[in-house]
């Protein structure tokens, strides 16, 4: 099980996001970061806790390993108005966190 | 580039069965995993289903284990979802996504179609 927190946060521009995924068990880095915005299907931010995907913007970056992992976006842009999720692939069945909304002040 | 377009969603009756399909184009098909991952209307992603590349293996969520069986042709580059016994705990957008690495089984997912509605209503 993958919980997530906060579920919602609202951040002024410009200032610094952390979203945190605590799973129920070890997973070592097999955790994924996706963003999804409205009406959109959900893009690949960080692969393997930490390894930033092909294309996305360098304010965004993952920490973390076993049960406690973090998603950080640096100097928020407006555009990064949506809902974050973590994901993991270390057990079958594989499971999504809740997701945490982002909101831009 | 590439797409991953979904299609077969609807409206059906519960207890009724519905197939979904996910014509791919862009990459390799033959060569990556595939999964299913739905999400209610409003809710979040709920991961359902994995085959690997050659289609030897498959896994389910618990939620719909034993109902719900995925399939590829890789002759014709296309995924499968066959859905039986619906009910209204599965109305939601489903979406067909491909693993990144080659050749993996239940690694990132780093593309996603747009999704079909499927809507299990009488």
């Known amino acids: 099980v993958l919980t997530q927190s906060p579920d919602f946060q609202s951040v002024a521009p410009k200032e610094q996001v952390t979203i945190t995924c605590r799973a129920s068990q070890s997973i070592g880095r097999s955790l994924h970061w996706y963003q999804q915005k409205p009406d959109q299907s959900p893009k690949l931010l960080i692969k393997?806790?930490?390894q930033s995907f092909s294309g996305v913007p360098s304010r965004f970056s993952g920490s973390g390993s076993g049960t406690e992992f973090t998603l950080t976006i640096n100097s928020l842009e407006v555009e990064d108005a949506a809902t974050y999720y973590c994901?993991?692939?270390?057990?079958?069945?594989?499971?999504f966190g809740q997701g945490t909304k982002v909101e831009i002040k | 580039q590439v797409q991953l377009v979904e299609s077969g969603g609807g409206v059906v009756q519960p207890g009724r069965s519905l197939r979904l399909s996910c014509a791919v184009s862009g990459f390799t098909f033959s060569s990556y995993a595939m999964h299913w991952v739905r999400q209610a209307p409003g809710k979040g992603l709920e991961w359902v289903a994995i085959i690997s590349y050659d289609g030897s293996k498959k896994h389910y969520a618990d939620s719909v284990r034993g109902r719900f069986s995925i399939s590829r042709d890789n002759s014709k580059n296309t995924l499968y979802l066959q859905m039986n016994s619906l009910s209204a705990e599965d109305t939601a957008v489903y979406y067909c996504?491909?693993?990144?690495?080659?050749?993996?089984?239940?690694?990132?997912?780093?593309?996603w179609g747009q999704g079909t509605l499927v809507t299990v209503s009488s």
């Open positions: 994901h993991e692939t270390a057990t079958l069945p594989q499971t």
């Open positions: 393997y806790g930490s």
């Open positions: 996504v491909k693993e990144e690495t080659l050749h993996d089984y239940s690694g990132d997912l780093d593309f």
